[in-house]
């Protein structure tokens, strides 16, 4: 089993590419960052769940990065009209997973129930677990005030300067059901090339996983989200650079791989450099991690393929001892 | 000053042509039903209220009764194949209405609020209040259970027999702010061609109504919402009908206008009987109320203002004793 942590598009796009390259070899899990879900009029809206969701089950809108490809924004441009904060925008296709998990929700069923059940009819051919079914939120402090991070992200398009980062109910949020045993039997773990504090900090954060981590024996390995060394060019893909160089630098980091790669280390033995990124071999070699290069730009499906396989790689590889540094 | 009392299609169209034949006369106000309000989805659906708002806005579809004319249904559709509940047929731009009711009542906002927020949006020139804040449902028997009124009404499309209906919430209810200055200041109070139990009712058992409506000097005039001498052809107005005479015969009362007309005789001192139902003027005046006759089959926007003319007469003519049945 492949256990693979994060949230957003580019662990999305992972994670297909190691659906593909795993395809009948073993079952995949993926546990799903929830701190940037939000409550919308009356609505529970989780990003990456749908992300991902969307994205394993070949609806996904690829240019946009987010929602269903083909959909309609009727509903929105009325919400508009109406004087209604429209900012966060749901298509009219959608907007039915959100009144389903909504409903189901209200009536008492968890996160994981609901996020299985939609995973099962979309047929996205993954378990999907959000990270817990309490409700955590990721709030960043600004010069005119905190922002939950959706407003953020999308509303405020990540332009105030981020002064903190904290997510709120994490000390007492639960993993969801099957997140630790799912990370302590993996053959394999990987941390997806997410927003290392927005999508990953959460799930490394909840009760028990940084602990199932290090009792780990087979390999932990994180795909980097920065690339250094190639110029970024998609309009998504630049928003979301901004956000995580926002917050990882409100951490006192850089927006740097091998920044990455220190805030990962405690729980990791391997490291995906990107091809573009070699000159920071060193740097995170001397973290003490085993270093990967590989083409981690998995914009297209093959790529991801290509950086599955690297992936997979490690677990038929001779085990090499975990990092040195993490240990004890 | 006008108020008028109910809910549904009937009403709604009836409060356009009092709009049209009082406009620039006197300021109107409804005061609509909200006991067949339902939160489905996690949403708050109030169908008298979006009724009449759709209907006074000229938007809503005339063809279904309900909802906006020229509106899609890809959420409906899509909630359909995931295997939701999508028996609550919402348009994808009626949902923007639902969404921004059910984001301002969880940010606290009252029902009064935001429906008067909805009506200026939508502009559609009368006030419009709900009867109350407080949630009230109705609730009918039936041999396999209780039913919420739109589950009897829309999902099972009125075929369980009803062996009771109550309004669930109603004794504790209060009324919304200005129901009840706006029946005791009223040059004339009219009860609208609604469903007598589901809509009428609920607002009639408010604490306070039937005492205001009571301790009025000026007319109160209920129009008829059956018509036994015309047949029946609109599939919308045939579930009307089986619903009213289900929820009547609940009560004990059979689906005829002088058993409406008997069913509200304490509260009202005149009523309206449709031209072709002539034939119960006797009985209905025996029940000690002034009867009037008149075109009540008011699909057509022209019809209506000739009803609400002759409804507007009232309060000119020379004042007749209030129904003496009634008093004391």
Redesign the interface.
């Known amino acids: 089993m492949i256990t693979m942590l994060g949230g957003g598009i580019g662990a999305s796009r992972l994670w297909t590419g190691l659906r593909e390259a795993a395809v009948d070899r073993m079952p995949l899990t993926a546990v799903v960052n929830t701190a940037d879900d939000v ?6 809206i989780c990003p990456d769940v749908d992300t991902l969701l969307y994205g394993l089950s070949g609806v996904r809108d690829e240019d946009r990065g987010w929602g269903i490809a083909g ?2 924004f ?6 508009r ?5 429209a900012w966060f925008s749901l298509g ?2 959608d ?3 959100h ?2 998990r ?2 189901r ?2 009536e008492g069923a968890t996160l994981t129930t609901v996020t299985r ?2 995973a099962e ?2 047929g996205v051919g993954v378990r999907v677990l959000p990270m817990t079914d309490d409700e955590v939120h990721t709030r960043v402090s600004t010069p005119s005030g905190p922002l939950h991070y959706q407003e953020y992200f999308v509303r405020e398009e990540c332009r105030p300067p981020v002064t903190a980062v904290e997510h709120v109910g994490l000390v007492s949020a639960r993993p969801a059901p099957g997140v630790l045993e799912a990370i302590s039997t993996a053959d394999l773990v990987v941390l997806g090339p997410s927003n290392p504090v927005a999508s990953i900090s959460p799930i490394l954060g909840l009760r028990g996983v940084r602990e199932a981590l290090h009792a780990r024996t087979g390999p932990v390995v994180a795909v980097t989200p920065v690339i250094s060394n190639i110029p970024i060019t998609e309009d998504g893909e630049q928003r979301r650079a901004a956000s995580r160089a926002a917050l990882l630098a409100a951490r006192g980091l850089a927006h740097r791989a091998s920044a990455v790669a220190g805030l990962y280390r405690d729980v990791i033995d391997a490291f995906v450099l990107d091809v573009a990124d070699g000159d920071q071999h060193g740097e995170v070699a001397a973290l003490g991690l085993h270093v990967i290069i590989a083409d981690t730009l998995i914009r297209d499906p093959e790529r991801s393929v290509g950086l599955a396989d690297r992936l997979l790689e490690l677990i038929s590889a001779p085990r090499r001892p975990l990092n040195p540094l993490a240990e004890g």
Chains 1, 2 share one sequence.
């Open positions: 409550w919308l009029h009356g609505l529970r959909d309609t009727r509903c929105m441009a009325q919400l009209r109406l004087g209604g904060d009219d296709i907007l039915a997973v009144l389903l909504t409903g929700l209200l059940e939609l009819r979309l």
